[in-house]
């Protein structure tokens, strides 16, 4: 159990839906890292928050948003959906944000599927 | 685009054999990351190897980076069935001037009873 969880573990909904994906970091971590994992795209970054403040972006869509809120759980918004956005969606967290990036911890993940 | 690139994409052995898993990346960077993923579920971290370091050990794990081949290779020794998962490699990048990790597709291991 590496001490991060995601709510909920599955999803299933329509295209042109929306829903959020919910993460509480480890205790103690200020980062959190959104990650998106496809059998075609393989594991990609999405976006970083360190202490409520966007930190980095990635691949991330402009139907996709996220934020981090002040007692640092975080949520990864994803609207008008489309069957490509099928995959598994992961939180990590880390200690630190600043220098470099150490070591994550990854929550069990969000599996969406999209009809 | 993919930062860390491994090799083989599957492997297949024994039970008690070593496997060895190979990384390739493109730019310079400050560490390298190896992690584990079970089927379905999230990634476990396994080993940090910062740039300046050449070789790591932790129990059956034993880590090697080459930054003028800009290479990694992840030696598991003694494997077992546990050890059947996929391994990825990770590696810092820049991004809009903020550090993120880059991840490679990944090699699928196989440990046959």
């Known amino acids: 159990d590496s001490g991060v969880t995601q709510t909920p573990k599955h999803l299933i909904t329509a295209t042109g839906q929306r829903v959020t994906l919910r993460c509480s970091p480890r205790?103690?971590?200020?980062?959190v890292y959104w990650y998106q994992q496809s059998l075609d795209q393989g594991l990609q970054f999405l976006i970083q928050y360190y202490n409520g403040e966007e930190r980095a972006k990635g691949n991330i869509l402009e139907r996709f948003s996220a934020q981090q809120f002040p007692d640092l759980h975080s949520e990864l918004n994803l609207s008008s959906l489309e069957l490509g956005d099928s995959a598994l969606y992961f939180c990590?967290?880390?200690?630190?944000?600043?220098?470099?990036?150490?070591?994550?911890?990854f929550g069990p993940g969000t599996r969406l599927t999209v009809l | 685009s993919q930062q860390g690139e491994e090799d083989p994409q599957a492997l297949s052995i024994q039970e008690g054999e070593n496997a060895t898993m190979n990384c390739s990346y493109k730019t310079s960077i400050n560490n390298l990351q190896w992690y584990r993923q079970n089927s379905g579920r999230g990634l476990v971290h396994l080993i940090l190897i910062r740039s300046n370091e050449r070789e790591k050990h932790s129990g059956r794990l034993r880590v090697t980076l080459d930054t003028s081949k800009k290479s990694s290779s992840l030696l598991i020794t003694a494997s077992r069935a546990a050890d059947t998962a996929s391994y990825f490699c990770a590696t810092d990048a820049k991004a809009r001037g903020a550090q993120k990790l880059v991840f490679g597709q990944g090699t699928r291991l196989t440990i046959n009873p």
């Open positions: 990590a967290s880390s200690v630190g944000g600043l220098a470099g990036v150490g070591e994550q911890f």
């Open positions: 205790s103690g971590d200020l980062s």
